[in-house]
Nanobody, 114 residues
Framework: QVQLVESGGGLVQPGGSLRLSCVVS????????MGWYRQAPGSQREFVAG???????KYADSVNGRFTISRDNAKNTLYLQMNSLKPDDTAVYYC????????WGQGTQVTVSA
């Protein structure tokens, strides 16, 4: 059974940083396409960042230069380093794995507020 478990969310002040983690179990991790998405209240889920088997990384314009996606294949873990956080970054953050089909985690709440 494939499972994705996110962690690392929380409450942070504007300008602060957080690092999200997503641990994958039950599936091959190396060589898969992984991504981070987020959903704010009343909004649709949106793409945040993706990392592809060839090493390519892509970011939404709203987070480019502030967020960094990375992976540790030895730990089956995907990361999202988030710096210079803004109130608009407040959302539930989800990781997604695409391997034949899509798998999603349960999400972790990130709240940016003074």
């Amino acid at each position: 059974q494939v499972q994705l478990v996110e962690s690392g969310g929380g409450l942070v002040q504007p300008g602060g940083s957080l690092r999200l983690s997503c641990v994958v179990s039950g599936s091959i991790f190396r060589g898969t396409t992984m991504g981070w998405y987020r959903q704010a209240p009343g909004s649709q889920r949106e793409f945040v960042a993706g990392i592809y088997p060839n090493g390519l990384k892509k970011y939404a314009d709203s987070v480019n230069g502030r967020f960094t996606i990375s992976r540790d294949n030895a730990k089956n873990t995907l990361y999202l380093q988030m710096n210079s956080l803004k109130p608009d970054d407040t959302a539930v953050y989800y990781c997604k794995m695409a391997v034949g089909r899509e798998y999603w985690g349960q999400g972790t709440q990130v709240t940016v507020s003074a």
